[in-house]
C-alpha cells in the first residue's frame, strides 16, 4: 500500500509517518519512481508505535523497544521490559519534581493569602 492509503487506514498523517521512517520506526520499499509502499503488517506497526508514543516515550525509546514485536525473543522482550521500566523510573522521578514544585507554590499562595489579609 502507499504512504496515503497507510495513513488513511491508521489515522496517522503522512507526514509522521515520513518521520517514523526517518527515525527508523517503520520501514518501506520504494519504487522505480520513488514511491513509498508499505505492507500489511506496516499497519499495526503503526499502531504500536502510537500506543507507545501515548505512553510519553520519545523515538529513540520506541526505537530501542520495537524490536520486541518485530524480532520477538526473550532477549528482545527483556530489553523491551527494562527500557520501559527505566522510562517508568524516569517519569516517576518527574512526577516527584512537579509534585514538589506544586507544594512550594502552594506555599507561597498562602504567605500572599496571609500577607493581602494584613493589607
Given at each position: 500500500?502507499?504512504?496515503?492509503?497507510?495513513?488513511?487506514?491508521?489515522?496517522?498523517?503522512?507526514?509522521s509517518?515520513?518521520?517514523?521512517?526517518?527515525q527508523?520506526?517503520?520501514?518501506?520499499?520504494?519504487?522505480?519512481?520513488g514511491?513509498?509502499?508499505?505492507d500489511?503488517?506496516?499497519?499495526?506497526?503503526?499502531a504500536?508505535i502510537?500506543l507507545?508514543?501515548?505512553?510519553?516515550?520519545?523515538?529513540?525509546?520506541?526505537?530501542?523497544?520495537?524490536?520486541?514485536?518485530?524480532?520477538?525473543?526473550e532477549?528482545?522482550?527483556?530489553?523491551?521490559?527494562?527500557?520501559?521500566a527505566?522510562?517508568?523510573?524516569?517519569?516517576t522521578?518527574h512526577?516527584?519534581?512537579?509534585?514538589?514544585?506544586?507544594?512550594?507554590?502552594?506555599e507561597?499562595?498562602?504567605?500572599?493569602r496571609?500577607h493581602?489579609?494584613?493589607?
Amino acid at each position: 500500500m502507499r504512504i496515503g492509503e497507510l495513513a488513511s487506514r491508521t489515522g496517522v498523517s503522512v507526514r509522521s509517518l515520513r518521520y517514523y521512517e526517518e527515525q527508523g520506526l517503520l520501514a518501506s520499499t520504494r519504487s522505480p519512481s520513488g514511491q513509498r509502499h508499505y505492507d500489511e503488517a506496516a499497519v499495526e506497526r503503526v499502531a504500536f508505535i502510537q500506543l507507545l508514543y501515548t505512553a510519553g516515550l520519545s523515538s529513540k525509546t520506541i526505537a530501542d523497544v520495537l524490536p520486541c514485536s518485530y524480532a520477538p525473543s526473550e532477549q528482545t522482550s527483556d530489553a523491551a521490559a527494562d527500557r520501559m521500566a527505566e522510562e517508568r523510573d524516569r517519569l516517576t522521578h518527574h512526577i516527584d519534581e512537579l509534585l514538589r514544585t506544586r507544594d512550594t507554590l502552594d506555599e507561597l499562595i498562602k504567605i500572599n493569602r496571609a500577607h493581602r489579609a494584613t493589607l
